[in-house]
């Protein structure tokens, strides 16, 4: 009798143990990840000064850059760059997800070295996905 539950136990474990393991493996895998980043730097300070981008890294390490405007121009906020950069960033996300690219994630930031905020950038960071 004391076999009789040892072997139960043991070949109940290997069964658990078995179910575990297969449990994690994904059904839909096929294949490696890759991922893509989009930076979008836009530049507060005023006349032109700055330089804004939006810089490309595909998934094999090539770079490209697009120009973006300055919010800024020399009376003040301009919110004619604002809407323009937000049309050539919303197009070119619209882009990369046709190409079957999934964002994955945003971030932003913001730097402003002076007291008064009349300097710096904002800075936000779109990561895509796709199976390779």
């Known amino acids: 009798m004391k ?6 136990l043991a070949l109940a474990c ?8 297969f449990s ?10 890759v991922y893509m980043q ?13 330089r804004s981008r939006m810089l490309i890294t595909d998934e094999n ?11 800024y121009s020399m009376v003040g906020i301009n919110f004619g760059n604002i809407t323009s950069n937000n049309k050539k ?9 046709s190409k079957g690219w999934e964002l994955e994630e945003v ?17 936000t960071r779109y990561l895509f996905k796709k199976k390779k």
């Open 3 to 8: 076999n009789y539950i040892i072997i139960s």
């Open 14 to 21: 290997l069964i658990s143990t078995t179910l575990l393991l």
């Open 24 to 33: 994690f493996k994904s059904k839909n895998d096929t294949g490696a990840d």
């Open 38 to 50: 989009v930076t979008t730097v836009e530049s507060i300070i005023p006349g032109g000064l700055g």
């Open 61 to 71: 390490g090539g770079t490209t850059e697009t120009d973006l405007e300055n919010f």
């Open 89 to 97: 960033i919303v197009a070119k996300i619209n882009e990369i997800c």
């Open 107 to 123: 971030t932003a930031g913001v730097q402003s070295p002076t007291d008064g905020g009349k300097q710096g950038i904002y800075l």
